[in-house]
């Protein structure tokens, strides 16, 4: 059974921050990172602590979000390893190409 390796695609995400020259982009790396962290301080100093069911509402909703997103990779991933077996199998000639 293959696994998927969490590490690997984090590692790739943060690797397309860069341009084909393999320099990081200052910008990508401002709209990913640093505007966030500057927002939330701001808004975390203007209104203060957010309240513990605003803040079970947001978790709640980014699991379930989670949960969905993932489930989407899992499942395309699974296809394609469905389609490189069959077509493993037609190129070795276990199957016709009728049955595709």
């Not at 984090?10 to 690797?15: F, G, Q, S």
């Not at 957010?50 to 489930?71: D, Y």
């Amino acid at each position: 059974m293959n696994k998927i390796n969490v590490l690997g695609v984090i590692i790739k995400h943060y690797k397309t921050m860069s341009d084909q020259r393999g320099t990081m982009l200052m910008s990508d790396i401002t709209v990913h990172f640093i505007v966030p962290l500057s927002l939330s301080f701001v808004l975390c100093w203007t209104y203060g602590i957010m309240k513990p069911a605003i803040a079970s509402v947001f978790v709640n909703f980014g699991a379930i979000t989670t949960a969905l997103l993932m489930s989407a990779v899992i499942m395309i991933y699974e296809q394609k390893q469905k389609t490189i077996t069959k077509i493993s199998d037609i190129i070795e000639g276990n199957k016709s190409r009728d049955k595709l």
